[in-house]
């Protein structure tokens, strides 16, 4: 179970890289997609939450087990 849930850390930490160069280059610089700032905006917060999310993940598995 330890390595499921740093694993699990890990990916989520990189999928919030992701959704944040997506919401920055993609819909609030209209790099490659229609300019969007609402979606540019809720993107970069929802990234945001997904790193929260996947260090809280990665902390709590060394505190639990």
Not at 29 to 40: C, D, F, N, P, R
Request: glycine share 14%.
């Amino acid at each position: 179970m330890r390595v499921t849930k740093l694993v699990i850390g890990i990916l989520m930490i990189v999928l919030s890289v992701w959704l944040f160069l997506d919401g920055l280059l993609g819909q609030l610089l209209g790099i490659y997609a229609t300019k969007s700032i609402v979606g540019g905006i809720l993107e970069i917060i929802i990234a945001g939450l997904f790193i929260g999310a996947g260090i809280v993940y990665i902390c709590l598995e060394k505190v639990l087990t």
